[in-house]
């Protein structure tokens, strides 16, 4: 008889991964791409695969040539990074910068800190926040919505809606909520979004916690602002659809490494995240504020990590 | 339906063996019984080498308060008393009888028949479980006449009866209770008058429903005696969770299920008290399954205690070629086995081979916090800092984040995604601080 196999109890696995886990995300993003071909067309193309490209690289090469460690590509988070950062950019983005933000997004806000499970921030966030900063005017022209185009870098730009009602603009719900709007190449379709979401609780993926409390939370509000005040404030539907709110709380504020990991810690985040969202939509220079709210929230994770979990027989 | 509140997982059940009938296997031409099948000090022989023995005859006496006594399972010559290695490659002692004929002690009851009268006192029935030598079927092995017997401060009001066999792949307990359930059903009464209690309640997962529909049937015809089916989810089996499942009560970290007012009996244990009062029958059967998933043929067997288990094996046609892995128990709590040459125990309840494919552990990736193992944990610890922390040899943290409250089920393991040995880690924690707690307690 051949040796037997011992090992400590259990026996058996759920066959669950890490590279499930990310395919996941990457499907329930399908909805928001298919969107963003359609409104953007040949930018959104150009943007995602540039972006997607240049962080599988950069992570193959920073392992392969500078932690000197085993590739870690096939688990797919690199892919998932590029993705998300394409999603929060403008699809008339020059190629070069995309290639920038993937480098920092990559480089600097993961490789650094070790790689997966390990980095703060979310790495994609990290790598828009750094393009906003050094390149704020090619940041924030954004593409109209346009069917099938077929323009990169000459598309017709526009103000997005938040932009746009702070200068007086008046949009319609439908158009929100189908993404036929100005903005970065994936935030735009509200419904695809959700439809994402829906997806990513129902396969477990993800705990609801962290979506429901931001976009509660931010509904809230914006409502009591905008009774107090409707010139300061949009009406609450509005700032749910627009300005990248969901994009940012069904995929970017629930990413496993940068979240608080108990209920309790998750409903504190994400009500952190609305307010500190709404607070720089309404009172601060840029008009969309979820990307700094999330960051913001990343580092106060750890502290919200020592809130520990309701035990059995604690009581 | 009811279940327990906190974590717990899904796996495939794999019951292959559940319409198997319990076969009686004959008595082993050698057997080779072990003092200490039970937790607690090991039990002291009162046979030398050269005395003939028969079938039920007390060779073993309890080592201590926390002991139990051991029986031979067959007549004949003990031919040496002395180490070997069990199943797990751990030295103990065993007596080894070598048999001749099937010689049972006069006052065993063999008739068959069910006797469902009881003339004995609560202390009596306590001193016959103990005589009996009757340890938790359920795999924990704790002796039951000392669990009968709660400390003064706690008001026991409810037995729970443990029928839930959460395990994939085990069937034994499914089988008795189908097989059994008069007797079963008995045993529950002389429990219930052993602890001077009004009220048991039988809990029995839902993927079990003709022994569900047998007990219901049966309960029927008595008081207090309640069947709860329960929602299919691991570990349900686990003494505080079905505790929890059953009376919604839950117990303080560190303290006795009694203190919550409740004794927990498996059914397998029940069956032994009954075949012991009733029948003067000490526990010197093992009933157990024998599954895989590459087995041809899966089984339940009744076994006499010290028959080896290359012989169980036998009768599901040997241990294939492709077995990677032979577990004692089933795959979520089993220990697995470095050879079937070591006898049957009070502790087997079943044999479960993996393939060598499904045997293998994939390779450990980081970790990405994505509390997979924190939902499964049903104590609600965090399991993914505990591993981390022991780890680290973290023992003060460890202790104050209550690692001892880990029952070790396995669920924060198998759910993980990044394949981390989460409970390898807890378990070395948890060993060195119950260590440190011990010596602290001492000084």
């Known amino acids: ?315 | 339906m009811k279940t327990f509140r906190r974590g717990g997982i899904h796996p495939a059940d794999n019951k292959l063996s559940a319409g198997q009938r319990i076969e009686t296997l004959p008595p082993p031409a050698v057997a080779v019984i072990p003092l200490s099948q039970h937790i607690g000090a090991p039990a002291q022989p009162v046979v030398a080498v050269g005395d003939y023995v028969r079938v039920g005859q007390l060779i073993g006496e309890p080592g201590g308060p926390m002991s139990a006594a051991v029986h031979s399972s067959v007549s004949g010559k003990v031919t040496a008393i002395g180490e070997i290695k069990d199943a797990f490659g751990i030295k103990q002692t065993a007596i080894t009888i070598t048999t001749e004929g099937d010689d049972w002690m006069p006052e065993i009851d063999r008739s068959g028949q069910i006797k469902p009268g009881c003339k004995y006192s609560p202390e009596e029935i306590r001193q016959k479980i103990a005589d009996a030598g009757i340890v938790g079927l359920g795999g924990a092995c704790f002796p039951t006449a000392v669990k009968l017997n709660p400390p003064a401060s706690c008001h026991i009001d409810t037995l729970l009866i443990n029928g839930v066999e959460c395990e994939p792949y085990l069937t034994p307990n499914y089988r008795l209770m189908i097989e059994h359930s008069e007797e079963i059903m008995v045993g529950i009464t002389l429990l219930m008058r052993c602890l001077k209690v009004e009220r048991a309640l039988v809990g029995i997962e839902a993927n079990k429903p003709e022994a569900i529909e047998r007990f219901e049937h049966i309960a029927a015809r008595r008081d207090g005696i309640e069947i709860v089916p329960l929602k299919m989810k691991y570990p349900q089996g686990g003494e505080k969770q079905l505790i929890q499942a059953l009376t919604g009560r839950e117990v303080k970290s560190g303290q006795l299920p009694a203190s919550a007012g409740v004794v927990v009996i498996n059914v397998a244990t029940t069956f032994a008290v009954y075949e012991a009062v009733q029948m003067n029958k000490p526990l010197i059967e093992s009933y157990l399954s024998v599954s895989g998933l590459n087995l041809l043929k899966t089984g339940n067997f009744k076994v006499r205690i010290g028959t080896s288990m290359a012989d169980v094996m036998e009768r599901v046609s040997g241990i294939p070629e492709d077995t990677g892995k032979i577990i004692a128990g089933g795959p979520m709590m089993g220990r697995s086995m470095i050879h079937v040459n070591a006898p049957v125990t009070k502790r087997i309840t079943g044999i479960t081979l993996l393939s060598r494919q499904d045997a293998l552990r994939l390779e450990p990736q980081p970790c990405i916090r994505c509390t997979s193992c924190m939902q499964a944990c049903p104590m609600g610890l965090e399991s993914y800092l505990l591993a981390r922390k022991a780890e680290l040899k973290d023992w003060e943290f460890l202790e104050k984040h209550h690692i001892m409250d880990c029952m070790e089920c396995g669920c924060c393991s198998y759910v993980c995604p990044s394949h981390r040995p989460l409970l390898d880690c807890i378990r070395l924690g948890k060993a060195t601080v119950g260590n440190l707690i011990r010596s602290r307690a001492k000084k």
Not at chain 1, 228 to 246: M, R, W, Y
């Open chain 1, 1 to 315: 008889m051949e040796k037997m196999i011992i090992s400590p109890s259990p026996h058996i696995f759920s066959g669950d991964t890490v590279q499930k886990r990310m395919r996941n995300v990457l499907i329930a993003l399908v909805p928001a791409y298919l969107a963003a071909l359609n409104y953007f067309g040949l930018g959104a193309l150009a943007v995602s695969l540039i972006s997607v490209a240049s962080c599988v690289t950069f992570e193959y090469l920073i392992n392969r040539f500078l932690l000197k460690r085993p590739c870690t590509i096939t688990d797919l988070s690199a892919v998932l990074t590029g993705l998300l950062l394409a999603f929060n950019l403008p699809s008339n983005l020059p190629w070069w910068i995309v290639i920038i933000g993937a480098l920092v997004a990559i480089g600097i806000g993961k490789m650094a800190y070790g790689g997966l499970g390990t980095n703060p921030f979310n790495p994609a966030l990290v790598g828009r926040v750094f393009l906003l900063i050094s390149f704020p005017a090619e940041m924030t022209t954004w593409p109209i919505a346009e069917k099938f185009s077929a323009h990169y870098m000459d598309a017709l730009t526009g103000a997005t809606p938040l932009a746009g009602i702070r200068a007086g603009e008046v949009y319609n719900y439908m158009d929100l909520l189908i993404g036929r709007i100005g903005g970065s190449m994936g935030e735009v379709s509200a419904i695809a979004l959700l439809a994402g979401g829906v997806f990513l609780i129902a396969t477990k993926t993800i705990r609801y916690i962290i979506p429901v409390s931001i976009l509660g939370t931010v509904a809230v509000f914006t409502a009591i602002l905008h009774a107090v005040d409707p010139t300061l404030c949009a009406d609450p539907l509005t700032h749910l659809l627009t300005g990248g709110l969901l994009l940012g709380a069904i995929f970017m504020a629930t990413d496993y490494v940068t979240s608080p990991m108990t209920p309790l810690g998750q409903l504190i985040y994400g009500v952190a995240i609305g307010l500190i969202t709404v607070l720089i939509r309404v009172f601060g220079i840029y008009p969309e504020g979820m990307s700094f709210a999330i960051l913001i929230m990343n580092a106060v994770t750890p502290l919200l990590n020592r809130l520990t979990p309701a035990r059995y027989g604690a009581k």
